[in-house]
């Protein structure tokens, strides 16, 4: 008999406990991560009393593909253009948090004697909240759908996108173990380098992939080419020295930008259902009763550290953003716990082997910890905000009480014509000059030995030199004559000589770059004297701004590039011929706000009206659209009705948001979710015999569709063929009726 290999055995174990444990912490209202962590404690080689993995080896090898998918979904969740719209406000709290997060866990590294690396570690495990846990709590309490808790998503979202660079820079700190700053700032560069051609490659090229095979896309293709997209970017990633999750995160935001983000995120939520689960279970596996023994005072002082500083710093850092005092407490103390990307970056820490092996169980065991605080920490926030109301001096109180108001104005409605230039330019030149440098580096690493060993030496130098140049030659001619003819430009033009020496000025620096890079071509292919290189290359700048066939190439390319980039506003503005509004912006008023419901399948409030249900007048909300489906109503009046399953977008205080949430959730009809279970249709036979009820009426006069809510298919007829009914055929003594209905239904009719 063939033995069955140790990954299967072990896969069915993990995946049994986990589905068990997780059923009951579904039952009990607990997170399910936390379930997963404790399936995995159970199936792990630390506790004695149950079946044990047997390849420990394998199941890190699938935790790391489940670090890898929840990367790629939260990379398919974030979006470059939604971060710029967020503002100044969520990234000064997020900094705030993070920063000051870091230093208290060196901090308290450095007071348990931990050597450096722990140390930083372990600030960056405390310097990030879990997204999903909040999330999971906020909706547990209710409190999902009020102005503090889009807030805190926000910030979420920023301190996710932050954790990826902590990663980036932690890796690179520890495959060097120094913390000089030149060679920090010589990471953060190269890093730089990588997210903007990735970014602008993947953007470019990717949606004109899907495009182009649309036709024969569907469910099982699509995921197929999106995870095998994800994994390509995680080989590159891993090739160039960044970790498997960097390169998934990438992936995940390039394919964010197109219109197919949906539709991927859909398909691949069950892989990353699956291996996620896998990874999580793995990190309870990790959890050590004796090492959690021996390191229980470590761990008691993280949890507090956790919750003050959280709540302090949290606090801080939404003050700083501009919120009032009431939301950036509720903010703050919503923030008090650690949780999935603390244990990613423990999982770093231990495959690079520079973390020691009790961190990961002490981070896991203050991660349990602070999760079930979570609830009792969002609801200490109003007595806390009451304290502070009495303590605080009347001229603090009344600063922090009011949030300025205008710190969500559009930046560029405020900026100078020369700033608005100016960063466009150095936006453009960063960008163009990243694509240069990659083509000339792949070019030399590529093309220059194979058109050498064809061609030999120098014949081989010329070729590669020009194919380069040639390739390299539209993103120059972009560098130097983008924004030339702008409207800022030519308003700058015209306030006189000075800033037309100015505006000349941008555009010779813009020119040297340019041949900066067609000298370093040159100079490096070309045995000449260098002078000659650098009149050459002037030269060759100035044929590139000449030629009509550069300037074609380089203005479509760009062209394709914002489309792709803008392809789903596109794609929302369309919807908006249907009437679809813009909410990106807050509400000028500080204590009203958006939020978005839905109504229930068994909702009583089916069919009716806007005026027939008051919801205005009862709880001090205004329904201001209604989603069906892929069809808006915006502004509805008194007469639109609403169905199940509608979305409701409503505008009010929390107040009235909450009464609104709950008055929704409560009526509805309650035997219908009962009975649904039971609500299976059954076939039936039914004979009329002597004395049947039904004997001598026509079919629609019979009751067997009003009074007992079955539906006669059809009559039994000779070679056993069922013949189609109408209404007015009469029922005779003998006649055999096939009927369906809900089991009970048919039941009773048969009875009858």
């Not at 229980?296 to 606090?315: D, E, K, N, Y």
């Not at 580096?441 to 030995?449: E, R, V």
């Not at 000779?718 to 109408?726: K, L, M, P």
């Amino acid at each position: 008999m063939e033995n069955l290999a140790p990954l299967i055995s072990d896969l069915a174990l993990i995946l049994i406990v986990a589905g068990v444990v997780t059923l009951i912490f579904k039952r009990l209202k607990q997170p399910l991560v936390l379930g997963y962590i404790v399936a995995g404690f159970l199936a792990g080689p630390h506790m004695p009393y149950t079946p044990s993995v047997e390849d420990m080896t394998s199941i890190h090898l699938w935790s790391e593909i489940g670090v890898i998918f929840l990367m790629f979904t939260l990379g398919l969740e974030f979006s470059f253009k939604k971060i710029v719209k967020m503002g100044i406000g969520p990234v000064i709290a997020a900094c705030t948090v993070m920063f000051c997060m870091i230093g208290v866990g060196r901090f308290l590294g450095a007071l348990f004697g931990w050597d450096s690396m722990n140390s930083l570690f372990l600030g960056g495990m405390l310097a990030m909240s879990s997204t999903t846990i909040i999330y999971k709590a906020l909706d547990d309490l209710g409190l999902r759908q009020q102005k503090f808790a889009g807030e805190v998503l926000s910030v979420l979202i920023l301190e996710d996108i932050l954790g990826i660079l902590l990663m980036v820079v932690l890796s690179a700190l520890a495959v060097s173990r120094h913390f000089e700053g030149a060679e920090l700032m010589g990471s953060l560069l190269k890093l730089g380098f990588f997210l903007i051609l990735w970014f602008v490659v993947g953007v470019y090229l990717v949606p004109l992939f899907l495009r182009g095979t649309r036709r024969w896309m569907n469910r099982e293709t699509l995921l197929v080419v999106s995870v095998g997209l994800c994994f390509l970017l995680v080989v590159i990633a891993s090739k160039a020295g960044y970790s498997s999750a960097f390169g998934a995160f990438m992936m995940g935001s390039i394919l964010a930008e197109t219109v197919e983000a949906e539709s991927i995120e859909r398909v691949t939520s069950p892989v990353k259902d699956l291996f996620g689960a896998i990874f999580f279970v793995s990190v309870g596996m990790m959890v050590d009763p004796a090492v959690l023994a021996e390191y229980w005072l470590p761990i008691l002082a993280i949890t507090l550290a956790i919750i003050v500083g959280q709540a302090v710093f949290g606090t801080t850092g939404f003050l700083l953003s501009g919120q009032p005092l009431r939301v950036a407490v509720q903010c703050g103390f919503s923030l008090a716990q650690i949780g999935e990307f603390a244990f990613i970056l423990a999982a770093l820490g231990v495959s690079l082997h520079v973390t020691a092996d009790f961190l990961y169980p002490v981070v896991v065991a203050v991660s349990i910890i602070t999760t079930f605080l979570t609830p009792y920490m969002i609801r200490a926030a109003a007595p806390a905000y009451g304290w502070l109301e009495r303590s605080l001096p009347k001229p603090v109180r009344r600063m922090a009480g009011h949030a300025p108001r205008g710190r969500r104005a559009k930046k560029a409605d405020n900026a100078s014509e020369w700033k608005r230039l100016l960063i466009a330019l150095t936006g453009i030149s960063v960008a163009y000059t990243t694509l240069c440098v990659a083509a000339v580096g792949i070019s030399f690493a590529s093309l220059l030995p194979a058109s050498r060993g064809v061609l030999g030496h120098w014949p081989g130098n010329v070729v590669c030199g020009v194919l380069t140049i040639l390739v390299a030659s539209p993103f120059l001619r972009a560098i130097v004559m983008r924004k030339n003819h702008s409207e800022e430009w030519k308003s700058i033009a015209r306030r006189g000589r000075l800033a037309r020496v100015g505006l000349w000025s941008t555009f010779a620096v813009r020119y040297v770059l340019a041949a900066a890079v067609v000298y370093y071509v040159l100079d490096f292919l070309s045995p000449f004297w260098w002078p000659f290189h650098v009149a050459a290359s002037l030269l060759i700048v100035a044929a590139m701004v000449a030629s009509r066939s550069v300037k074609w190439v380089s203005i479509k390319m760009e062209r394709t590039f914002m489309q792709n980039l803008k392809i789903r506003e596109v794609s929302a503005r369309r919807a908006a011929v249907a009437g679809m509004p813009a909410y990106a912006r807050r509400l000028e008023a500080r204590n009203i706000h958006i939020a978005q419901l839905e109504i229930p399948a068994n909702s009583r409030w089916g069919g009716r009206t806007l005026a027939e249900l008051s919801v205005s007048h009862t709880d001090g909300v205004m329904v201001v659209a209604i989603r069906r489906g892929d069809y808006r109503i915006n502004i509805p009046d008194g007469n639109t009705r609403i169905f199940p399953g509608d979305g409701i977008e409503a505008i009010g205080d929390d107040a009235g948001i909450a009464s609104f949430a709950a008055r929704l959730e409560s009526e509805v009809h309650a035997d219908m979710a009962e009975a649904s279970g039971d609500a299976r249709l059954a076939v039936r036979r039914l004979i009329i015999r002597d004395g049947s009820p039904f004997e001598g009426h026509t079919l629609s006069g019979s009751g067997i569709r009003s009074r007992h809510h079955c539906m006669v298919i059809g009559f039994e007829e000779e070679n056993d063929v069922i013949a189609y009914a109408t209404a007015e055929r009469n029922i005779m003594r003998g006649d055999t009726l096939w009927v369906v209905g809900e089991e009970q239904a048919v039941k009773k009719l048969l009875e009858s």
